[in-house]
């Protein structure tokens, strides 16, 4: 990523940058491989792919002659049927002398990884439904199987580097959080997705969202390390082999007179400065910061299952709505020392930058993966404490904010918020719902939220993002999230049209509902991250439950010192090793006998060289909205039918696929086998209650105080927000009855010469002229009247009228006149005008009050004559 100029045109924006030396995949649109078979011979593996209807299939082959510590992929890229690639194996049996033995039968291919000799090949052999999106299903990966690609392969020794390197491989356990998904995007976001596919339907596939970043997310590509070796070897990597993301997925069903409103929680979490807590604090010399999770939250009405409406409709369903937010640690060179079993290890700066370098990347790459729009920093660490700890963090965080919004435009300065939550906690009252309320009110305000629309223009945007940060962004940043995304699916639900007020009380169905999805959410990566579940929760902050919350805290606080202590060491030696931050060489310390890992993550030449000052790309911090706007609405290229028939290729037949996806075809299905049935769902609540008795889901169930308050927050938000909007005179003019007096004589003087001026005007015009008086020199309060030229009036006469144009009464619709009147005076039928003479008017179009005309006319006493008013 290197720094950019303002020598760039705003046109290249958004256009797209491809690293050099990575070869271009390309994407089959024909079918889509779910299911893999993988067979052997003594000299080649092949690897047998088909679609859910098995009725296509394809073959990918691997060369087992050459050395172990290379890889040799080849594919014909060749469709068979199902007779004709039963002839094939046929064929391969035959020609083998030792058979064709079949090793075993997959869900997916996750890639390739080497310890010390021969490459293994990693398999998903079990996975099972979380969500489904525009009819698009997202898998979590259960089973997982290591297949060597060796001729003759031994299983190595119990004490070699190879078995060690394996036994440290499998301690990052696959079948916790992974997911991946045959034909949706997961590692990119729905607004990303959707305006993709819109860009292709306008022939701006030039045109890269986010910025420089023309496919998968690499950042949310947790096997992009195994993808490595078979990427330089065939250009349909992405047909065969899935791309995993590690994080929480999770979809719930909120019922609503009986229509189903999904809602879906994604946390990407990134794979650069990966790490356990304690182990990966801070931010890494390329500016990713430790535990940096992106969290989206999709509302969407399943009326109908696709991205599409009824009657050939393309990715234009009013029906999806999504909300992104950001976490991540201080993006600043920090640690802690556990190696003394402290439960609260002290807080040290090992690395002043006085430029703030890394952070910079950080921010830079925020505006750019975020639409160019404001970052708005929620930061949650105290603010005053006996020792310091948090606060040397505190005081360096908020110089960096300073110094970096030093050089940035004024409409883009990082908008920084801090907020002491953990002494908030502890006052009386509702204090931590009140304040994070208010500031969820503004923050989903300012970045808005993505609603697809038909094309671009009637299709809102999301711009820019909330960052929230505590020390761990652990437990205070989950339950601001959970506010801020609160806060969020109101304004979601509102779009779609479900509910007229954004505000969702708490303790009702829906609010309950999302408490469980953000706790989940919690829990997940507070386990990835520290080792057990969430410390402090909402029912902690909320004050509900205080004894068995405070009895739940201790235990987990034991969990997580533990798990600090003991384990994270080795769940960071497997992270290393599947990321590929550690490979294996000769000659090299082994990973386990490394006392730092931090040069494996540190790379002093990866800093790009950019100016202190100018720190951020000018393509980055261009708004995506305006983009959008003058590249292609304004150009008259937006998304209509016919743009769609001639740049969709397959339309209206084969564009999408969801169907043979969501209608899994050759099964047999249940009700209690589905997946829809088995979600989690408002409907699972107070089942014991009768018809009459039934509650809406936006009903709080409890009598409580901070519903009201909530209430009287919001309105006074809005109100404030109106209050801003209407022109405000200053406090200090004071006017007395001698100013008003003087007023009404300058106005009273102004109407008269104005008055004067028009009888002289219309004194000297012909009786064959038609006087035209610009009526914004009628209007002039502070120049005067005596400021009016005779110049500013025109006499048109009848004979210079460009009779051509009065014959269309849409020339002159913009006036008050009567113009059906001039077309009786005119003989136009027989009139053939000389378009050489024609005398062309370039009058402005200006709306006509019908009061202020009868007002002149009464007031003027102008006789009966007829004003035109311009």
């Known amino acids: 990523m290197e720094y950019l100029d303002d020598s760039g045109s705003p046109d290249l924006l958004y256009h797209e940058q491809t690293e050099i030396g990575t070869r271009r995949q390309r994407k089959s649109s024909k079918f889509t491989m779910g299911k893999y078979t993988i067979y052997e011979t003594a000299e080649r593996m092949y690897i047998v792919g088909s679609n859910k209807r098995e009725s296509m299939f394809r073959i990918l082959e691997i060369d087992l002659t050459i050395p172990s510590d290379r890889l040799n992929v080849l594919e014909d890229n060749v469709f068979f049927t199902r007779g004709e690639i039963m002839n094939v194996l046929a064929g391969l049996e035959l020609v083998s002398g030792e058979g064709l033995t079949k090793k075993l039968t997959g869900e997916g291919l996750l890639g390739f990884i080497r310890f010390t000799s021969c490459y293994y090949l990693v398999v998903i052999t079990k996975c099972s439904k979380v969500a489904v999106i525009g009819g698009h299903y997202i898998y979590h990966i259960d089973e997982t199987e290591l297949v060597p690609v060796c001729k003759n392969y031994k299983k190595p020794d119990k004490y070699s580097n190879e078995a060690r390197l394996m036994t440290t491989f499998q301690n990052l356990d696959l079948t916790k959080t992974f997911y991946f998904s045959y034909t949706y995007d997961i590692t990119n976001t729905l607004q990303t997705n959707l305006l993709r596919e819109k860009l292709v339907a306008v022939a701006r596939e030039d ?42 997925i999770d979809q719930v069903n909120v019922s609503i007179l009986g229509k189903s409103i999904y809602i879906t929680l994604i946390a990407r979490r990134s794979h650069h400065f990966a790490g356990a807590r304690f182990l990966k604090r801070g931010v890494n010399t390329r500016g990713y910061v430790a535990n940096e999770v992106e969290t989206e939250q999709i509302v ?39 190696s003394n079993l402290a439960t609260k290890p002290p807080i040290e700066i090992n690395i002043v930058d006085p430029y703030f370098c890394s952070a910079s990347l950080h921010f830079d790459m925020l505006y750019q993966r975020y ?58 009252g509702q204090r931590v719902i009140e ?35 505590c020390i761990d962004c652990l437990d205070r940043t989950n339950a601001a999230q959970f506010i801020i995304g609160k806060r969020a699916l109101g304004e979601q639900l509102k779009a779609l049209g479900i509910i007229d007020d954004s505000n969702l009380e708490y303790d009702s169905d829906i609010v309950n ?8 959410l919690g829990d997940t990566i507070a386990l990835q991250y520290g080792g057990s579940h969430l410390v402090n929760t909402m029912e902690t902050y909320r004050k509900i439950n205080q004894w068995r919350s405070h009895s739940r805290d201790m235990i987990e606080s034991i969990k997580r010192f533990y798990s600090n202590s003991f384990v994270d060491a080795q769940r960071q030696d497997a992270i290393n090793l599947f990321l590929g931050h550690y490979v294996w060489k000769e000659g090299r310390p082994n990973l386990w006998e490394m006392n730092t890992d931090f040069y494996l993550h540190n790379d002093a030449l990866a800093i790009s060289k950019r100016s202190y000052t100018h720190w951020w790309n000018n393509y980055h911090i261009y ?80 009598q409580g105080s901070i519903n009201s308050k909530l209430r009287n927050i919001s309105s006074e938000f809005y109100k404030e927000k109106e209050k801003l909007k209407r022109p405000q005179l200053s406090k200090k003019t004071v006017f007395n009855g001698k100013d008003e007096l003087e007023l009404v004589e300058n106005n009273l003087k102004d109407t008269v010469s104005t008055r004067n001026w028009i009888k002289k005007t219309l ?28 110049t500013d009036s025109a006499n048109i006469t009848l004979s210079n009228i460009p009779i051509d144009k009065t014959y269309h009464s849409s020339h002159y619709e913009h006036l008050s006149a009567d113009v059906g009147y001039y077309k009786k005076i005119i003989q136009v039928n027989n009139y053939k005008p000389n378009y050489s003479n024609k005398i062309h008017s370039d009058l402005d179009r200006i709306e006509v009050d019908a009061n202020d005309i009868s007002i002149y006319q009464e007031a003027l006493s102008v006789g009966d004559r007829n004003l035109i008013f311009i």
């Open 763 to 790: 004194d000297s015009c012909m009786t064959d002229s038609v006087p035209i008086i610009l009526r914004d020199r009628l209007k002039l309060p502070y120049a005067g009247a005596s400021d009016i030229n005779e």
């Open 435 to 469: 304040f994070l309320e208010r500031y969820a009110l503004e923050s989903v305000t300012k970045t808005g939220l993505f609603h697809n629309g038909f094309d671009f223009n009637s299709t809102r945007i999301q711009e820019g993002i909330c960052r929230t940060n």
């Open 207 to 248: 045109v890269t969202i986010p910025a420089g970043i023309s496919d998968y997310n690499e950042m949310f590509v947790w096997n992009a390390y195994l993808l490595s070796p078979v990427l330089s070897c065939i250009d349909t990597v992405f047909d065969w082999f899935q791309v995993t993301l590690h994080g929480f």
């Open 371 to 428: 639409g160019g729009g404001n970052i708005q920093v929620l930061n949650l660490i105290k603010t005053r404490e006996k020792v310091a700890r948090e606060i040397k963090l505190l005081k360096e965080f908020e110089q960096c904010i300073a110094y970096l919004n030093n050089f940035l435009p004024i409409d883009k300065k990082i908008e920084y918020t801090s907020w002491d939550m953990s002494r908030a906690s502890k006052q009386d």
């Open 623 to 702: 708004s995506l909205r305006t983009f959008l706007k003058e590249q292609i609405i304004d150009l008259g290229n937006d998304v209509t039918y016919d743009n769609i028939v001639r740049n969709v290729r397959g339309y209206p037949d084969a564009f999408d696929n969801y169907w043979n996806e969501y209608y899994a075809p050759r099964c047999l299905t249940f009700m209690q086998d589905l997946f829809a049935y088995n979600m989690n769902s408002t409907r699972l609540y107070h089942t014991s209650k009768i018809r009459s008795q039934a509650i809406s889901p936006f009903a709080s169930r409890k």
């Open 513 to 520: 509902i999302l408490t469980e999805l953000f706790h989940d």
């Open 300 to 338: 969407s009405d399943m009326i109908l299952t696709p991205f599409h409406q009824p009657g050939n409709g393309y990715f234009d369903s009013d029906r999806y709505t999504s909300f992104v937010q950001h976490r991540g640690s201080i993006p600043l060179y920090w640690t802690q020392d556990a």
